[in-house]
Nanobody, 115 residues
């Protein structure tokens, strides 16, 4: 089993920044992508960004140029640096890890962008 714990969410004003962290523990292997999805009430969960164990990244169009995903394989941790936040970025952000074809999810962390 793999256990994921997110941190770093909160309330921020438009134009501000937040950094999310997600630490994996348990039977963790360095292979497999890690990343972030987000979800708002009444909508499907959508991909925000993901990163392979080799460092290849993939971003949703709506965050390109504003968010940066990174990964520390030694710490089994993935980060999401979010800059120039907009009210429409308000959502619950979920971390995931793919391992041997199975996706593991964190419990989610709330990000609210509001003045």
């Amino acid at each position: 089993q793999v256990h994921l714990v997110e941190s770093g969410g909160g309330l921020v004003q438009p134009g501000g920044s937040l950094r999310l962290s997600c630490a994996a523990s348990g039977s963790v292997f360095r292979i497999g992508a890690m990343g972030w999805y987000r979800q708002t009430p009444g909508k499907q969960r959508e991909l925000v960004a993901e990163i392979t164990s080799g460092g290849t990244t993939n971003y949703a169009e709506f965050v390109k140029g504003r968010f940066t995903i990174s990964r520390d394989n030694a710490k089994n941790t993935v980060y999401l640096q979010m800059n120039s936040l907009k009210p429409e970025d308000t959502a619950v952000y979920y971390c995931y890890k793919d391992q041997f074809g199975l996706n593991y999810w964190g419990q989610g962390t709330q990000v609210t962008v509001s003045s």
